[in-house]
């Protein structure tokens, strides 16, 4: 690669650039500390206040226990389907494969207030209250292909032939599948549950027409925002929902590369995007 | 014993196997159900339901079946809606130019030019992606506000004397808001398909005599294409249904379809409205989607895939 | 085609008989029929879609036959699924679970047997000395090297007992210092445990090395089943001549024949007579014949007091040294195309310069007739 003896400008935009997607992210814990009801500059000094406020929350306390209860069972839901997906796309010709890949992985493209809607419409006209299960009939289809893209990079990282061998070791299939796809695929498994996870704890416009009386964590952090006191508390959620994500991540990351360590260069869970 | 080894082209006498569909093709098939079935019952299932809503009527809470084109005559013709609509495709758009042509450079950057830690970088631009979307947005609120952290920044600086205005509540605010929001979707389908690019090829090129800037326009951008055209698609059709963004920062003027679509399902209590609105939006969008794809096809060759 | 001369107590371990595989309207395979013998190293030798793999993945089990059937240790495998056959298999790509330990993976397969602890540590400690991997087994089996990881897979495979050992490509990985010492190793090991090899390759020189007999495929087809030395002095036809090291092709005609004898007259070399059992080729009457002569078959004639059987007088039209041997192009007089001859560079001998006339010495021994 050719490099200017100057400065150099793509290094300097991409610094930019960063600067620029950072940001909000970066005010976040700022505002969150900050010893003053109203977001916004100067600062008015160091406070662990609305950290302490969340305690006594129990609206709040409350919609985090709905979130979770979402969360994780969407999570194993569209896991369980993710890996069924991947494996068929990965593994077997079948009729008609890439027009109901295309129709599985369809909510990446869609908007999610067109999935909601249509879920709402049916829900309501077949007469079911809407509720955290409702909740999660909306997450676990938008997940599902964010399972099947971190999964299908796991199932076609591994070599086929280490299955042929297996069998020709004298194992059955099911065991085959116990003793080598499994172990081999693990690592992607557990990084699609950490990414469903995080992606349903942060989803709002699903939750927000498809929940009943229980707010997920979102719904309750979009009504606040309208409160310009609560605002505070709300930033020292956010702060620590980002922080608990980042740890997700972090985890959901490192599985998934040992899951592909063995095969060159690699990108993230957007393989499946393109 | 005698030992023979010949290339027979005798007729097998063997009974001849099943044709298709083989072994293969059936356990796809079986391990493909129950995500298919899913896709069919919380996805086909819904729109089909909303499509045939939209031709419905409703009276407070009494939904009249009769079908009936009027919610579309209505979604079609109210100069409100239809400055929604467009106002709406607008605003995706100029996201969408704004979001691809910021995101390219990135996606160029990290493919050609960093050689450390890739993943790293990938990693680091997708971090803030995960901060809540509501706070993400809230906070373009809190940087882009009268006195808020770019005013405040450019008046220390003795840029400006008085805020500037045009910046928050209206749509340019969206635009921001909604290409920051989007940055990662647009960034990873660039870069991959730039790290698809054989380096060898472009040491072909400038073998071949074509300099820095040439060697760009005919080699890199051609073979970028199909993770650009992804870019593209992957961030213009879901902005249009955005309605969080428009409501936190667009103030009246930057107000969207999916707002409306919104208050038709909530307090004006006229679902079938807000399908026929849902639907004419998808519709619309998924024509300018094509035709997109369609445009591109012809005008690049070689497999635009 | 004529019958191989039969080791004298060898059983039939393979028998395959009018195999065919069809991929829609490709054959992949097309009517293969051959009997491998309990023992001995087999090679399945031929270019990258001859079907020779196909073959070898329907004896493992792995792929399913459009027609024909295939019988080992006199029982039919239709119908029997990869992990009840009693064969095994060293993969091109070696398949080394990596999450698992070298030890681990050699114990693999036992695990069915449900052995004693100290009687499996036993068997794997054995199986890795066996390919001179003693004391790695603890060892991560990605940390292990290209030549490594096929004696893991070699060990893991053997463990097994199989009555046949299925090698697909196994040394087509290794660089070419590695894979000769390999291919003698490999030769030795099976000299060893005395189980049938099946070797599919593509590598000529690879197959002759290591094989006790060879069967040559194209386009789904055996063309020749034999001995590597049968297989190289013999070839069945043009193809096969020319795919087993360099082969000297001249247009002749077919002007006689008697008893043991077929007379010829070759372009460029003139009337010979041949014995019958250095012809390939049906010969009826007066017939074109196709003339084979190897390299190494001809001489040239460096001294006056050099002599051969025949001898003919050409120029050089091209030299390429080898270090041990040198390559000349020699064109003779009513030849098509100049024909090469190989002489080892022996002490003394000057390598001839291009221009140069040279003397060609050949002899009625040299000559093959092909189809």
């Known amino acids: ?274 | 014993m005698t030992m023979v080894a010949s290339s027979t082209s005798v007729a097998s006498t063997a009974k001849p196997q099943k044709p298709r569909l083989n072994k293969d093709g059936a356990s796809g098939l079986t391990l493909i159900s129950p995500p298919l079935l899913y896709a069919l019952l919380m996805l086909a299932a819904p729109l089909l339901m909303v499509i045939t809503f939209s031709f419905w009527t409703q009276n407070y809470l009494d939904i009249d079946r009769t079908l009936t084109l009027k919610n579309y005559a209505e979604a079609w013709t109210d100069p409100l809606y239809r400055l929604l609509m467009l106002r709406s495709l607008a605003i995706s758009g100029v996201v969408t130019v704004v979001t691809v042509l910021l995101a390219f450079p990135i996606a160029y950057y990290l493919s050609f030019r960093v050689t450390k830690h890739k993943a790293l970088w990938i990693f680091l631009i997708t971090i803030p992606f995960w901060t809540s979307y509501l706070l993400r947005v809230f906070l373009w609120k809190v940087i882009l506000g009268y006195n808020g952290v770019f005013n405040s920044g450019l008046k220390m600086l003795g840029l400006i004397t008085e805020p500037l205005t045009f910046i928050l509540y209206n749509a340019n605010a969206v635009v921001i808001a909604l290409a920051h929001a989007w940055a990662p979707f647009a960034i990873l389908p660039i870069f991959i398909s730039l790290e698809k690019i054989d380096r060898s090829l472009l040491e072909a090129a400038e073998d071949l005599g074509d300099g820095p800037v040439r060697r760009f326009f005919r080699v890199t951008l051609p073979l970028a294409m199909p993770g650009v055209i992804a870019a593209t698609l992957i961030v213009f059709i879901p902005t249009v249904g955005d309605f969080v963004t428009p409501k936190l920062v667009g103030g009246n003027d930057g107000l969207m379809i999916a707002n409306m679509i919104q208050v038709q399902f909530g307090k004006a209590n006229n679902a079938p409205l807000g399908a026929a609105l849902a639907i004419s939006a998808m519709l619309i969008v998924a024509l300018i989607s094509f035709v997109f794809i369609w445009l591109n096809r012809r005008f690049t060759t070689g497999d635009g895939k | 085609m004529s019958d191989i001369p039969t080791a004298a107590d060898a059983r039939t371990i393979i028998d395959a008989r009018n195999v065919t595989k069809h991929y829609g309207d490709v054959k992949a395979l097309d009517g293969i029929s051959a009997e491998i013998r309990e023992g001995e190293f087999f090679s399945l030798l031929g270019p990258s879609g001859c079907g020779k793999t196909t073959l070898l993945r329907m004896i493992a089990g792995f792929d399913e036959l459009t027609s024909g059937t295939i019988a080992i240790n006199g029982e039919p495998m239709a119908g029997v699924p990869a992990n009840l056959r009693p064969t095994n298999m060293v993969f091109q790509s070696y398949a080394i679970f990596p999450h698992l330990t070298v030890a681990e993976n050699v114990a693999y397969g036992l695990r069915r047997k449900k052995l004693p602890k100290e009687e499996l540590q036993r068997e794997v400690e054995a199986a890795l000395e066996m390919v001179d991997l003693g004391g790695y087994g603890p060892r991560a089996s990605h940390a292990m090297s290209g030549g490594q990881r096929q004696r893991v897979a070699l060990a893991r495979a053997l463990i097994m007992r199989p009555k046949v050992l299925l090698l697909d490509e196994p040394l087509s990985a290794l660089d070419k210092k590695l894979r000769e010492q390999m291919q003698v190793e490999l030769r030795r090991l099976q000299r060893a445990v005395g189980i049938t090899f099946i070797l599919v390759t593509h590598d000529q020189e690879e197959a002759l090395i290591m094989s006790d007999r060879i069967a040559v495929m194209f386009d789904g087809r055996i063309s020749q089943l034999a001995t590597p030395q049968e297989l190289y002095r013999l070839p069945a036809n043009r193809r096969v001549a020319s795919f087993i090291g360099v082969m000297n092709f001249l247009d002749g005609t077919v002007i006689g024949e008697d008893g043991d004898a077929v007379h010829l007259d070759i372009a460029a070399l003139g009337k010979v007579s041949v014995p019958k059992s250095q012809c390939k080729s049906r010969i009826d009457g007066t017939a074109p014949a196709h003339v084979g002569i190897r390299p190494e078959m001809l001489t040239i004639l460096f001294d006056e007091t050099e002599q051969a059987e025949r001898e003919v007088t050409g120029t050089i039209s091209d030299v390429v040294y080898y270090g041990d041997m040198t390559y000349y192009d020699v064109q003779l007089p009513g030849a098509e195309k100049p024909i090469t001859i190989s002489m080892r560079n022996t002490a003394g001998r000057a390598v001839l310069e291009i221009g140069a006339t040279a003397r060609v010495g050949w002899g009625s021994e040299s000559i093959v007739v092909l189809d």
């Open chain 1, 1 to 274: 690669m050719r490099r200017g003896t100057g400065i150099n400008w793509l290094a300097v935009y991409a610094v930019a650039y960063m600067v620029f997607l950072y940001a909000p992210a970066i005010l976040l814990p700022i505002f969150a500390v900050n010893d003053s009801t109203i977001i916004a500059f100067p600062l008015r000094g160091f406070t662990g206040k609305w950290f302490a406020d969340l305690w006594s929350s129990e609206a709040l306390q409350a919609s985090a226990l709905n979130s979770l209860y979402v969360a994780v069972s969407t999570c194993i839901v569209s896991t369980l389907l993710g890996v069924c997906a991947a494996r068929a796309a990965t593994r077997y010709p079948f009729p008609g494969k890439k027009g109901i890949m295309g129709f599985i992985m369809l909510p990446l493209v869609l908007p999610e207030i067109i999935v909601a809607v249509a879920l709402l419409v049916v829900l309501v006209q077949l007469g079911l209250d809407l509720s955290l299960w409702t909740v999660v009939l909306g997450h676990v289809l938008v997940c599902t292909p964010f399972s099947i893209a971190v999964l299908s990079s796991a199932f076609q990282g591994m070599d086929r032939s280490l299955e042929e061998a297996s069998l020709d070791l004298g194992e059955t299939r099911f065991n085959t599948f116990r003793r080598v796809t499994l172990p081999l695929v693990m690592p992607g498994i557990i990084s699609s549950l950490l990414i469903t996870f995080t992606i349903s704890l942060d989803e709002f416009i699903i939750a927000f027409f498809l929940t009943g009386t229980d707010a997920t964590l979102p719904v309750y952090i979009w009504s606040q925002l309208r409160f310009p006191a609560k605002l505070p508390s709300v930033m020292a959620l956010g702060t620590i929902l980002l922080l608990v994500t980042i740890v997700l991540l972090i985890l959901a990351e490192w599985f998934r590369r040992r899951s592909t360590a063995r095969r060159g260069e690699d990108i993230s869970i957007a393989g499946g995007l393109a």
